[in-house]
């Protein structure tokens, strides 16, 4: 049996990204370089590793944390992240898509950029409660996904 999730994030956001923010995401997303430091959408990425001494010790070990790419390897289907430029439309701002495997040691991580998208989501992700709708989750055995919501700042992973 697998931990595995199938997450799917979809949203637009508004036109208020800078351009800083706009590296670091498409690193995020696999599509571009890596940003110069300090990151500023997820900050720290934690690590436990042995020293020469034989004891445990805590680096930073940032990483992009959508930019999974080809085959799945326990939801079926492909990973991919895009971001498109909407200048051309009315509203404007950017629109996101990724799909991709997490395990849910994962979730603090992305739940850190999945609130940093949320802050920045089009009123059109809102839902009735005030929520933001980022997305879905859905648990490699499971045949339906869980909504994916942003309230109050938490990310509402499914139990």
Do not use: K
Not at 62 to 80: Q, T, Y
Not at 85 to 108: C, I, K, M, Y
């Amino acid at each position: 049996m697998s931990d595995l999730h199938e997450l799917t994030i979809a949203v637009d956001l508004r036109d208020e990204i800078s351009e800083t923010e706009l590296v670091e995401l498409s690193w995020h997303l696999g599509i571009g370089p890596p940003p110069e430091r300090p990151l500023s959408l997820v900050t720290e990425f934690p690590v436990v590793v042995v020293d020469d001494d034989g004891t445990p010790v805590i680096e930073d070990d940032p990483r992009p944390l959508l930019a999974g790419r080809g085959a799945a390897s326990r939801v079926g289907g492909a990973l991919c992240s895009a971001l498109a430029d909407r200048a051309d439309l009315p509203r404007g701002g950017w629109s996101l898509t990724s799909r991709q495997e997490v395990h849910p040691d994962e979730f603090d991580r992305i739940g850190e950029l999945l609130r940093w998208l949320a802050a920045r989501a089009h009123d059109t992700h809102l839902a009735g409660d005030g929520a933001v709708r980022i997305g879905f989750l859905r648990f490699c055995e499971a045949e339906t996904p869980d909504v994916l919501r942003v309230e109050g700042g938490q990310v509402g992973w499914p139990t």
